[in-house]
């Protein structure tokens, strides 16, 4: 009877945890509609309310209070950056992906979604101050809801995450270059084919969390990429079919569109915040969206192959071996 009334209370936790997550992507398309901004926007908000609300760990190694910080600062970096170097968009996409591991590596943090929060504004051309405020808003009522759950005990029991030092060391910066190098190929052919979807943000955090040492996903790269293409789809029918076609308000479309992701990632197996994120972008990206999901499966595809490969490794061992072959002159 104690295992049954326990099994009970932890799906009543599970179903409070995901009314809490949606009710927050609901929120946003409130503040988007009445602004009639869609800078307001944050699809990463699904990544974070997946992470921190729905999921019984948290996937990052963070304190709770820093996380506002953290994705403030990184949406104003990346407004900023757009608005100062414009004409230069591989020079600025990269900067942005070297200042989100550098504030990473200071803080001791790994919440990967600041990158997706930096590069952002810089990959859809966005110069309004409404998004860094909106990612200041959502985090902020995103950590308080964690908080509560936390305090109230929403979670079922679990194993603690595993304890690692994520101090600064020459050897975790020498990481984040490799990562970069790995995916500038990737922005500078985007940016030369003018098709932005190709370094969609939360792909790039998809792949910075593959490449973290441990990480167990990148094994299963068929079932990650097939994972990603059914969330962009999602996001795809959620913006054409219910929004456009059927005109239901953004309140109601953006938590069904996530809803259709989370089923996908369960069915699948493959429970990762930035894929979440994947399914709202639709929302933010002007135009026709019906490709979305062919360009963001190519760009996925290269980037899960850098991560199979193990783009680090391979990097460090070529180049010593260049070095050893190299007669000296």
């Keep these: 009877m104690?295992?049954?009334?326990?099994?009970?209370?932890?799906?009543?936790?599970?179903i409070i945890r995901y009314v809490l997550a949606l009710a927050v992507i609901s929120v946003m398309g409130v503040a988007a509609t009445s602004l009639q901004d869609r800078a307001v926007i944050y699809p990463s908000a699904a990544a974070l309310a997946l992470g921190l609300i729905v999921k019984k760990q948290r996937p990052w190694h963070v304190s709770l209070w820093l996380i506002p910080g953290l994705l403030a600062l990184s949406a104003l970096m990346g407004t900023l950056l757009f608005t100062w170097l414009s004409a230069y968009p591989v020079t600025v996409l990269s900067l942005g992906f070297l200042f989100t591991g550098a504030l990473l590596l200071l803080t001791r943090a790994t919440l990967f979604p600041s990158l997706a929060t930096c590069l952002l504004p810089i990959v859809l051309h966005t110069t309004s101050w409404n998004y860094p405020l909106s990612v200041l808003m959502l985090s902020l009522v995103v950590t308080l809801l964690s908080s509560l759950i936390n305090r109230e005990k929403w979670r079922c029991p679990s194993a603690p995450l595993p304890s690692s030092h994520h101090?600064?060391?020459?050897?975790?910066?020498?990481?984040?270059?490799?990562?970069?190098?790995?995916?500038?190929?990737?922005?500078?052919?985007?940016?030369?084919?003018?098709?932005?979807?190709?370094?969609?943000?939360?792909?790039?955090?998809?792949?910075?969390?593959?490449?973290?040492?441990?990480?167990?996903?990148?094994?299963?790269?068929?079932?990650?990429?097939t994972t990603i293409i059914l969330s962009a789809c999602c996001g795809v029918f959620g913006r054409i079919v219910l929004s456009d076609y059927a005109g239901l308000p953004l309140f109601i479309v953006l938590p069904l569109t996530l809803l259709l992701s989370l089923f996908v990632m369960?069915?699948?197996?493959i429970i990762m915040p930035p894929i979440a994120a994947i399914s709202l972008l639709p929302f933010v990206i002007p135009g026709n969206v019906l490709l979305f999901p062919v360009f963001a499966s190519t760009g996925a595809a290269y980037l899960l192959i850098c991560a199979r490969t193990d783009v680090r490794h391979f990097l460090v061992h070529r180049m010593a071996l260049l070095w050893q072959r190299t007669p000296f002159r």
């Design 2 to 14: 104690a295992s049954r009334n326990e099994y009970s209370d932890c799906r009543k936790t599970i």
């Design 167 to 225: 101090s600064f060391s020459i050897g975790r910066a020498r990481h984040w270059l490799l990562m970069w190098m790995g995916a500038l190929p990737l922005l500078a052919l985007a940016e030369s084919l003018h098709k932005s979807t190709l370094i969609a943000p939360p792909l790039l955090v998809v792949f910075v969390s593959l490449c973290q040492p441990g990480d167990r996903l990148h094994r299963h790269p068929r079932r990650v990429l």
């Design 266 to 269: 369960s069915r699948l197996h």
